[in-house]
């Protein structure tokens, strides 16, 4: 079976490597601890995501019949790289801000993926990366398209690096998608891996290491902040769940017209070579 890129002709996927430093990122560095940790709890689960990503896309770039979608899958390898290590960068520094089981979640998810891809069929195997860009675009797009309910008053180097790694997220979403569709033509196992296996597990390991972030700053142990952590879970589960079952219909694409939009305009502000 033979796909071709759905990334619009007017995206140009590009590898870019700004430079941040979180030496002066405040503790809660968006607008509440709850979205803090969030953000957080994905920085640790990030860095082997995204290798695995990169091992599935290297592993099955052959069978990919179109030159331009190689093309694409190349880049997508490249932006994957540079975002893991400045999130290993990110955990590095949480680790030393006296939040020592870090290590414990980056190595239960490293064995997790190892466990679960040493026993996963060839087709689950190619929609994982697919899954995987479900959940992050879906992020990306909230936080680049709702900015001041996630950052608040804040300006930080935290910020900047949420913003350039959302704008890439956006910049590349349909590729994984569309290599998963170069090899195999059903939906529904898609539909199904994410409903049934990567969504819950997803969820469940996301909100447990925020969980472990709001613990150890005692966040979640003041009555006061039940209710806005319930709050924040009801608003942000949608971004883990909606959409998943768009992906049975054949003719679907990733990329929407509100989409482009979005990305216009955060282009300008993520050229290669811009100084953060």
Known sequence: MSTQSSTPESVAITSRRPEFDFSNTPRIWLADPFKTHFMNAL???IPYSERTVNEIMRKNFDAVNDPTLQGE????IKQEGN???IHKKSNDLLQQCHYPAIRFFEWLQ???MLLIRKCSSHAFEMAIPASFEHFTSAISRDFLTHSKEWTGTQNNAAIDFVNWHSFEEIEHQAVCYDAYKALYKSQWRLVLSLLFFWMPM???STYAVQLYFLHKDRVIYKPSNWLPYLKFIKQSIGLFTNGIFK??????KPWQTNDQVLYECHLAKHQP???K
Not at 73 to 76: D, E
């Open 247 to 252: 992906y049975r219909h054949a003719e679907f």
């Open 202 to 204: 997803t969820v469940l």
């Open 83 to 85: 975002h893991a290590v």
């Open 73 to 76: 899958i190349l880049v997508l």
């Open 273 to 275: 070579g811009l100084a």
């Open 110 to 112: 490293k064995k997790s």
């Open 43 to 45: 920085s640790v689960l």
